[in-house]
């Protein structure tokens, strides 16, 4: 039975577990060290905009997002969603449930007011750009970062 | 002289116009009815992690921004700053004003306590992914959108 929910701090090393679980996150996560991981998932909880979201199978975690709801002026003053941090477990990929996490972002945007969601995925994940287009999203921008640390 | 600031409700009506004033905004704002803008306006103000910004010359608007400064687990915790909604008073582009903007832009993301900076350009948009690249963005994302209305 799949549930979702808002995740709980005891959740931490299981989403870390997930984010690591892919060839981009391999090397940039630690889940042994959870002090900035706590530190940011207080943060994120704090925040009226923002929810960290795990997708269950009979209460195991199999995936995550993050949902945040921004206000704008521009397209008349349309609300957006973003949908970010998008995980799924490395043994359930291509079985669907990624697409049916998504549909209940989708959902939960719609919930929440938005009329636009709207992500990024790195230009290598090839295969995450064509999952994210069968869902309708359609690759009108350039996403880009800036380190500035 | 240059300088920045929250707007306030009553600059609503000059920042319509300036995000009116390109081929992209033209046909999808209407400053004539700001009921839209005033409430997400209100939103926006309301929101702790949002900052809608106006940079000045000599009182005059010129130019305008939203941050928004969004924690995530990714990156061992990274904060991020969202960098949206620039625009610059058309009379006024390709003369230094822009890149002045941003750069006050990464310097709130700073302060903010953000290491990383992200935005999203339309790809119709040519001239911005190479301002942006100028100022050190790397288009390394794709941005994807899907409208929910």
Redesign the interface.
């Known amino acids: 039975m799949i549930t979702y929910r808002n995740a709980t701090e005891s959740d931490?090393q299981e989403?870390?577990s997930i984010?690591q679980d892919n060839i981009l996150?391999k090397n940039?996560?630690?889940k042994d060290d959870l002090n900035?991981?706590?530190?940011?998932?207080h943060?994120?909880q704090q925040?009226?905009?923002?929810n960290?979201i795990v997708m269950l199978n009979n209460d195991k975690i199999i995936g995550t997002f993050?949902i945040?709801i921004?206000?704008?002026?521009?397209?008349?003053?349309?609300?957006r969603a973003?949908i970010?941090?998008v995980h799924m477990a490395s043994n359930l990929r291509g079985k669907g449930y990624g697409t049916q996490m998504m549909q209940y972002a989708?959902f939960l945007?719609?919930e929440k007011g938005?009329?636009?969601?709207?992500?990024?995925?790195?230009?290598k994940r090839i295969d995450a750009?064509r999952f994210?287009?069968k869902?309708?999203?359609?690759?009108?921008?350039?996403?880009?970062?800036?380190?500035?640390?």
């Open positions: 931490l989403i870390i984010m996150g940039r996560e630690n900035n991981y706590t530190k940011a998932f943060e994120i925040s009226p905009d923002n960290l993050q945040t921004t206000p704008y002026l521009a397209l008349n003053g349309t609300k973003t970010e941090s989708i945007a719609k938005a009329k636009l969601v709207q992500l990024t995925t790195n230009k750009k994210y287009e869902l309708g999203f359609v690759a009108s921008h350039e996403g880009m970062k800036l380190n500035i640390i």
